[in-house]
DNA sequence: TTGTAAGCGTTATCAA
DNA sequence: TTGATAACGCTTACAA
């Protein structure tokens, strides 16, 4: 069971191993017709280059790194599809690390993984795409990066991203559309970037629509469906209560409904509710939710992809954006008619 | 940034490269003061070997391949999760690839991987647990796997597992425990091995309790909301309607729940609703869903650490089995006193 | 346009 | 118990 090795691609193909080589990484001056000889010879014996030889001999690994810690486990699970998708359509295998723990651990921990299995490049997912320390060892070792929806420090190196702010604007708007005029908000949780963003697409949907803003409409929340219950809670038992809530997450966007039914409001007739972020709960609900669906797998994709094929993306345009859908389905209507 | 390497270590303790690597591998024949030395020296100089090498000059490579394709996003991530939890702790690393396609693609898709990037033994996570072209070239290759949660052929490798039955009978029993005499039971997708097992352990307990079985109560599903929600309409529509419906995943156990609130009934007052598989989604509705935990986590890092240390567990006894876990929320209480 | 030879950083062989 | 030295399969100078 001994492994064919470019040795034999070489000899069946009559030319020198160099030449195989060179073929294999597509390096000019090698004569059409020699180079169809090899590619030949590679077809017959099914040869497939070894990596741990090309690691240890050149300056590329075939292996992208993927650095993650601990979100849900489904975004995990996205972004690990997304680039696992990328990775394959060019013969490159994506390595899995978790950073986590203290702080002041990041470097180190890092370090030593660089030194132990060289990548051509890291996948950054959040929230490790934020954590200086990991940052900097990848900068003073020159090992190419993307990250995957930063929340800050957006001149350290490329990275893919969608438009929060513009999505909540949307949604906002397709409220408005709907003919909403008493909008609540549920904010997220005051840590995470997208909170900030979601919040402030949703007063500008309602400032360019001449909206005034009630200040007790807006109500804390943290990303979780307890939080979202008790805004809801909250909202709900307003004087003048409102006729659409738009939680900026799904997860808490679940907990507004459940208040609601607990209300006897019917959803969507007696109050909308919409969420953010197209999680699987969000059709596990009935209705089912009307969200914003962000293109995760997308997202991880292109990070991989712009690793693999720097060359792809201008010089200069080192980031992208992705688009981000509203998916309408049955949890927002027109206000009753008061 | 010229990296440190075992020639640096062995300068540094003033012994071969040789003893180095004894030592590294902790091979027999290498005096104690000798050993202390060299491990000396590798810590002042934070030597970490080169992951690359040693797979090219040695029958190891510190690497565990982790094939899946395409669950659920979340249970993706929480086998990522656990597997590479067990890789870190003993110096290995997580290779994530995708086994997609055609069935006949299969073979070669992993024998095209096995030849790139040797690895020390690979997790299957289902569906690709279950596909024999796979294990077939796995076999004839003589690279270790452990297969997660297999669907049949039992006699093909080590796996790790849970007693879906047990947890399915256990459920019941507490069901009846509550004074539940009229159960429903929605059953998941016909070709899922988990279906039959849980539909085993379900009427197992019946039998058990003496408590009659009427088949109007079984209905069919597909482990997906609106195949719960379906049942649950055909269920609580019945003349006499079970008292307590136990859907085989959670997510049907939602959809349950929904079709419950949509008829004016309240969980678990007038009804009681119960899961499995302690999804995100048990934890996001209201009343909080009671559950059977899986230990998907756990049964990934088992496997994983299977592979890194066969010795650990004993020859015969090639298999695990991990303990579910029985959650207790609030979707279930005692009948409506009729 | 092609080939020869020297590494890359380990482990394995075999002798000391 | 130790240590030279030869692989491992490839890429990278450097020649031809």
Redesign the interface.
Same mark, same amino acid.
């Given at each position: 069971?001994t492994?064919?090795t470019i040795t034999d691609v070489a000899e069946r193909a009559g030319v020198s191993i160099k030449t195989v080589s060179r073929v294999l990484n597509s390096e000019p001056n090698v004569r059409e017709d020699t180079r169809a000889k090899v590619l030949g010879a590679v077809k017959v014996l099914n040869y /497939?280059?070894?990596?741990?030889?090309r690691? !240890?001999a050149g300056s590329r @690994?075939?292996l992208i790194g !993927?650095y993650y810690d601990?979100p @849900?486990? @489904?975004?995990? &699970?996205?972004v690990?599809?997304g680039a696992?998708?990328a990775c #394959?359509e060019t &013969?490159h295998? !994506? !390595?899995?690390?978790?950073i986590d723990g203290e702080k002041d651990t990041w470097r180190t921990q890092v370090e030593?993984l660089l #030194?132990?299995?060289?990548v051509d490049g890291v996948v950054l997912s959040p929230p490790v795409c934020d954590r200086s320390p990991v940052l900097d060892v990848l900068e003073e070792?020159k090992i190419p990066f993307v990250r995957i929806a930063p929340a800050g420090d957006w001149d350290r190196g490329p990275y893919v991203y969608m438009d929060d702010k513009r999505a909540a604007r949307d949604m906002t708007a397709y409220l408005l559309s709907l003919g909403h005029r008493r909008i609540g908000f549920v904010k997220g949780h005051p840590e995470h970037a997208a909170t900030q963003a979601r919040l402030a697409g949703f007063t500008q949907a309602l400032t360019e629509a001449g909206v005034p803003l009630d200040p007790a409409y807006v109500q804390g929340g943290a990303f979780t469906?307890r939080s979202g219950?008790g805004a809801a809670e909250r909202l709900l038992n307003l004087p003048l209560p409102p006729t659409a809530i738009f939680a900026s997450n799904d997860?808490m966007a679940? &907990?507004v409904m459940?208040?609601a039914? /607990?209300m006897q409001l019917n959803v969507p007739r007696d109050v909308s509710v919409v969420g953010f972020d197209d999680a699987?709960?969000a059709? @596990?609900?009935?209705p089912q939710l009307t969200t914003v669906r962000q293109p995760v797998v997308e997202m991880a994709e292109a990070a991989a992809a712009m690793l693999i094929q720097p060359r792809a993306s201008p010089p200069g345009t080192r980031s992208r954006m992705l688009e981000f859908a509203l998916i309408v389905r049955g949890s927002a209507a027109p206000p009753p008619l008061a």
């Open positions: 069971m492994s064919i /497939r280059p070894n990596y741990a030889a690691a !240890l @690994s075939y !993927l601990n @849900s486990p @489904s975004y995990v &699970g996205e690990q599809y696992v998708k #394959r &013969g295998h !994506l !390595l899995v690390e978790q030593s #030194r132990q299995v060289k070792q469906f219950f997860e679940v &907990g459940a208040v039914n /607990r699987p709960i059709q @596990s609900v009935w």
